[in-house]
């Protein structure tokens, strides 16, 4: 009986190991694959509050008219905290807040100039417009617009 | 002595009232005071508590009742007690944390720090000052364990004392374990998949069970028992005002399923296998927010040490755990953190042991040097507070929600000035509580008709129309519509019809947007406002130009204002180039509010009337002084801001305003 129990505990121990092992290979195949997509330091300088690089200029704040920015209030505004296949994780005052990008998103700088979705860096301010769709729990991007930094 | 012949003491329960005070108390500090836009649904929780009615998928029917129990405390609002709510099973969740971890480890350092830890954390704090099920559900969730953890305990005690009799503690434990399982689906449906790590581990503790009749089938009832608070569903099916819900409202048997287990079928296991790289990163990303990298990496030690050391418990977690990130990596929603804290909580048993395995390995190492144990103890309870206290500072600012009244302040005055007998259209559904919260909970202005807040089909467009006036908070037309399926629907409003702004509340205070919205209650008139003059006479001339905007002076009513009171304030701009700037009000430099100029008119007014360029825009309308003010003299500001974030700000002082005591809070307003 003593012998079938550790016997037992040896095969659930085994069990444990191998999943263990297989949930590390899991995260570490992920954060792979993202850091192969889109790189180790893309952008997460800024994340962590750094200073722009020297030589680097800071974006400058809107000027003068502009043009062709969609209406109203955009839905949320914040900080692109991740970037993945199916759409950003806006980094907001109230936590991180996943949006939804399709293909047929619009993006653009505050000026109205088109941008296109690779031009989507961790780090990025961004205002998004977009609609909650079905149940209201879901933001679907319509236009993301690449805002300037908040001033210190 | 080794960890399993290790009970209770006394020093136990009382470690965890301490922490259940402590972690109360800062909640409570924190608690939004009323209603809030925090969450999307927390203003309607409030509400349907209150009511005892019925709330959203799926249902939620235990907090509703336990949220109707906390309205009877005699604390500020409603809506503020069924905030303090989520405090205080917030709070009991840290101090059951403790008691599981105590369980578990016998290390009382381990299981304090990694209580506070958890309970401190960024997304579980969040959800601690404000109505929502999340703080509840974690507090069932961890009643559940403990009480899973602690029959396990008992029931291998009671084995090696040799007990045979029918009742005994272990079957107590058991049995109160399978009601508060069956319960916790009333605050989230989503521990129904812990199922099967339950079962694993009851077999794995005493797989005779099967053979035990009395328990297994008083499990099972108990279980059966607390399942069937969703008879509630049908019971107050015909209560559902929010008409996507109501399509599939529960007074069926297809309804009932599609209300709970069929609920957001688009949200489910909604990305394809080769994304599920990316929705691990997104895990771990937010699994380091909460943790940050030490933790993770204790926690992965913990794991392993489990694994090892008590390999029952080990596959009770990981199985929860496994299951939880299957279905939530899968999951799209809005704001998906929250819906992980089962896993964070999970996780941060893993933390407690790995931390409580590495201080033994520390102690078993120094002891060969002879270092005293209590001062072992004190060193490395000294580093464990500096994480802590460093967590709690970071985390306290994004938490508080102290001030939060715009709503309640909006609605004061939204309420006071409506004239007798009028309308007012919002947005309907789970996100229309932030007005429906007024008439359902305190019967104010019972003369005003909402047509959003109407049992279906009772307001039409025809009642709408015969009402003295219209009024909306919402913006209804083309480029508008994007509130989703909670828009007004059509006919209600006239897309001819002008909304004027009559009266802006405090929105947009934060720099992040998120789902704050601005407050703004319009006037529906089939007229066209005075928006553009070709001469003014401002009472207060100034000149000063901000961004291309210049500033021809302005008119205020009153020089003294109440707390949570209004003045009007008319603003006289002149267009001196293109801008695509907001216009901002401020006190102090704490933005009040922001707009696009004219509030939205502008463009169809000049398409219409071609006004002269360089005539006059007049914005009249009044402003919600915030009831969080200082009493005595404060600056009343006036500037632009960028477009969407607020930031860049130019501001000019107009005028010193006297605050004085309003305090409608405790007036006869909430009566």
Known sequence: ?152 | MTEESTGWRWVDPLLALLIFAFALLVYSLTLTPSLSFESPDGNELATVAYQLGLAHSTGYPLYTWLGKLFTFIPVGDVAHRVNFMSATLGAGTVALLYCILVTLTRSRLASVFTALFFGFSLTFWSQTGIAEVYAPNAFMLTLTLFLLVRWAKREKEEEAAGQRRWLRVSLVYFLAFSLAFGLSLGMHMSNLGFIPAFVIFILLVNWRILIEPLKLLGGAALFLLGCAQFLWLPYKAATLVDAPMARNAPNTLRGLYNYTLGAFPQMKFAFPLWALPDRVVVYLYLLWQNFGILAILLGIFGMWEMLFRRTRHFFLLMTMYVVHLIFFTQYRVFDLDVFFIPAHLIYAIFVGYGLFRFVEYLYSGLSRIRVPRLALSAAVALLLVLPLAREVRANYAVNDYSDDVAINDFYHNVFQMLPEGSAIVGRGGVFGYDMFYFPYVYDIRPDVLMPMAELRDRASPEMVREAAALYSTVRVGPGEQRAGPWAPPPGLISPESWLVPVLAGQGGQSSFGGMRQNLVLYEVRDEAPQLVVSEADPTHEMGAKLDGLQLVGYDLDADRVERGGRVQLTVYWRVVEGSSQLVVTAIEDTVLERHELGFGNLRRYVEEFRPDGDAIVVEDYYLVMPSTLPLGEVTLQVGTTSPFTGWGTEMIDLATLKVVDGGYFSSSFYR
């Open chain 1, 1 to 152: 009986m003593a012998a079938d129990k550790g016997s037992l505990v040896k095969v659930l121990i085994g069990a444990g190991a191998a999943l263990l092992m297989a949930l590390m290979l899991l995260a570490c195949f992920s954060l792979g694959v993202y850091v192969g997509h889109r790189g180790l330091l893309v952008g997460t300088v800024e994340n962590f509050g750094a200073r722009p690089a020297a030589g680097q200029q800071p974006p400058q704040p809107p000027t003068g008219p502009v043009e062709d920015l969609p209406p109203g209030r955009p839905a949320l505004v914040g900080r692109v905290g991740a970037i993945t296949n199916e759409g950003l994780f806006i980094q907001t005052q109230q936590g991180p807040r996943l949006v939804q990008v399709d293909d047929d998103a619009k993006v653009q700088d505050h000026r109205g100039q088109e941008l296109s979705l690779k031009d989507l860096r961790q780090g990025v301010y961004v205002a998004i417009f977009g609609e909650f769709t079905g149940d209201g729990r879901r933001l679907v991007a319509e236009t993301i617009v690449v805002v300037p930094p908040p001033q210190p």
